[in-house]
């Protein structure tokens, strides 16, 4: 039975492992990456497209930015739409700040890409993985092309999603969760058609929100706000683009249409556990926090995780545990800010299902709210704060 010893054991291989993989080896700290996917499931997955401009720094500081350098399409603002019209919220002017569109898909490929030239070892495709002893010697089971495989390792690093293992393995007295669910869910399409806009369209519409983003010059991705038990075989490709027309369209302006390559229902949750540290297991990223994709936080929340427990680690092999001890609470201070964002985007830019009195109300409140932001220095600089990205702490 294959037994390895290392100093910190990753579970997961998307952005989040990959990218603290990355960062312990260029600080000289072994590891391991083990996932339970195979390799071009890992490269095939479609999610975020937004990255803060820390997040670009995060990637060149890392060797892994020539892609972002080269393809990645930098964004001066946003358009907030409502009411028929299309208001421009120009990050630039406003705090001389940008994002970068570029896709997770493409993040994850230039991160096994750097993985591969290293040779470091990342085992896709692993079945049974379980962590142990997280209080005393921290172990991770897992078997691999058939074999049993045991990694001892001084810490555990849970960067397994979501639906992943390390947070359930934390036990549940320890562990408080926060969370929210949302009355509509996203239905997400790629489209091979260049964008009809040259920034990302955020509306609100009679029918509910609507978004424009895209992921390169001939590739497209849309959102349309849809019902959470919606079946994806009861929206066509046809009744996707009606839906698209109608409330992404203003005077003037119309969207073009293109061969749709996938799509998807996304669900909507905010979601944040009480502590990210456990023993000797940390967790980054989807593991212990979700956001409702309004902001374009998840992505860029799992970097900046995972940029500091890597200081962290780097730091206590230096012989100073401080930053380690207090990962989990600056981590969570900073998604605490993400998370309202998140909802305060969400909650401004959806339409609550029901034709009740309330739902009447929370809309045209909504509409008062995009009002006023996008006629407001202030409101838009605050905006533009918390789009391209919180610093740290
Ligand atoms: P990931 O990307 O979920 O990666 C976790 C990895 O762990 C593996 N794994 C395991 N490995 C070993 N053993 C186990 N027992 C394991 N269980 C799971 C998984 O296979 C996977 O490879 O988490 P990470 O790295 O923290 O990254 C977070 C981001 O992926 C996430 O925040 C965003 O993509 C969220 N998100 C979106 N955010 C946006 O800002 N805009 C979007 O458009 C957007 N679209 C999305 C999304 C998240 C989605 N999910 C999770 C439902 C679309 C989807 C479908
Ligand atoms: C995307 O391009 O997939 C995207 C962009 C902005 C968001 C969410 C998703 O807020």
């Given at each position: 039975?294959?037994?390895?010893?290392?100093?910190v054991?990753i579970?997961g291989?998307g952005p989040a492992g990959l990218l603290l993989g990355r960062s312990l080896y260029q600080a000289?700290i072994?590891f391991?990456?083990?996932?339970?996917?195979?390799?071009?499931?890992?490269?095939?997955?479609?999610?975020a497209?937004?990255l803060e401009q820390g997040s670009v720094e995060t990637l060149e500081q890392l060797g892994v930015g020539?892609?972002v350098?080269?393809?990645?399409?930098?964004?001066?603002?946003?358009?907030?739409?409502?009411?028929?019209?299309?208001?421009?919220?120009?990050?630039?002017?406003?705090?001389?700040?940008?994002?970068t569109?570029?896709?997770q898909?493409?993040v994850?490929?230039d991160l096994?890409?750097a993985?591969?030239?290293?040779?470091?070892?990342?085992?896709?495709?692993?079945?049974?993985?379980?962590?142990?002893?997280?209080?005393?010697?921290?172990?991770?089971?897992?078997?691999?092309?058939?074999?049993?495989?045991?990694?001892?390792?001084?810490f555990?690093v849970g960067a397994?999603?979501?639906?992943?293992?390390?947070?359930?393995?934390?036990?549940?007295?320890?562990?408080?969760?926060?969370?929210?669910?949302?009355?509509?869910?996203?239905?997400?399409?790629?489209?091979?058609?260049?964008?009809?806009?040259?920034?990302?369209?955020?509306?609100?519409?009679?029918?509910?929100?609507?978004?424009?983003?895209?992921?390169?010059?001939?590739?497209?991705?849309?959102?349309?706000?849809?019902?959470?038990?919606?079946?994806?075989?009861?929206?066509?490709?046809?009744?996707?683009?009606?839906?698209?027309?109608?409330?992404?369209?203003?005077?003037?302006?119309?969207?073009?249409?293109?061969?749709?390559?996938?799509?998807?229902?996304?669900?909507?949750?905010?979601?944040?556990?009480?502590?990210l540290h456990?023993?000797?297991?940390f967790l980054v990223g989807d593991a212990g926090h979700?956001?409702?994709?309004?902001?374009?936080k998840g992505l860029n929340s799992a970097m900046s995780d995972v940029t500091q427990l890597s200081a962290a680690l780097v730091a206590h092999y230096?012989?100073?545990?401080g930053l380690l001890?207090g990962y989990s609470d600056v981590a969570l201070a900073r998604q605490?800010k993400v998370?309202?964002?998140?909802?305060?985007?969400?909650?401004?830019?959806?339409?609550?299902?029901?034709?009740?009195?309330?739902?009447?109300?929370?809309?045209?409140?909504?509409?008062?709210?995009?009002?006023?932001?996008?006629?407001?220095?202030?409101?838009?600089?605050?905006?533009?704060?918390?789009?391209t990205g919180l610093q740290l702490t």
């Open positions: 039975m294959p037994n390895l010893t290392t100093r054991a579970v291989a000289g072994d391991v990456i083990v996932e339970n996917r195979d390799r071009e499931y890992v490269l095939g997955r479609i999610r497209g937004v020539a892609g350098q080269a393809n990645g399409m930098i964004h001066d603002g946003i358009y907030l739409q409502f009411a028929s019209e299309r208001h421009h919220v120009d990050f630039s002017d406003l705090i001389g700040r940008t994002v569109i570029y896709g898909q493409a994850v490929r096994v890409d993985h591969d030239a290293a040779g470091t070892p990342v085992f896709y495709d692993a079945s049974d993985v379980a962590v142990h002893d997280l209080t005393g010697t921290p172990s991770l089971t897992f078997s691999y092309n058939g074999l049993p495989y045991t990694v001892k390792a001084d555990v397994d999603g979501f639906h992943g293992i390390c947070r359930q393995s934390v036990p549940a007295d320890e562990l408080t969760i926060y969370q929210r669910d949302y009355p509509f869910a996203w239905l997400g399409i790629l489209a091979e058609v260049a964008p009809s806009t040259d920034e990302l369209i955020y509306a609100l519409h009679d029918d509910g929100f609507a978004m424009h983003s895209m992921r390169s010059p001939t590739v497209s991705r849309l959102y349309l706000q849809v019902d959470p038990a919606d079946d994806i075989a009861s929206w066509s490709d046809a009744r996707i683009w009606d839906a698209l027309h109608a409330r992404l369209g203003v005077p003037g302006w119309s969207l073009e249409e293109g061969l749709i390559t996938e799509k998807s229902i996304l669900p909507m949750r905010s979601f944040v556990v009480s502590t456990y023993g000797s297991l979700i956001v409702p994709p309004t902001g374009a230096s012989g100073d545990d001890a605490w998370q309202q964002f998140s909802q305060w985007m969400t909650e401004m830019l959806h339409k609550r299902p029901g034709g009740d009195a309330t739902a009447a109300f929370d809309y045209r409140s909504q509409l008062g709210r995009l009002d006023y932001v996008t006629h407001s220095d202030e409101a838009m600089r605050s905006l533009a704060q918390q789009y």
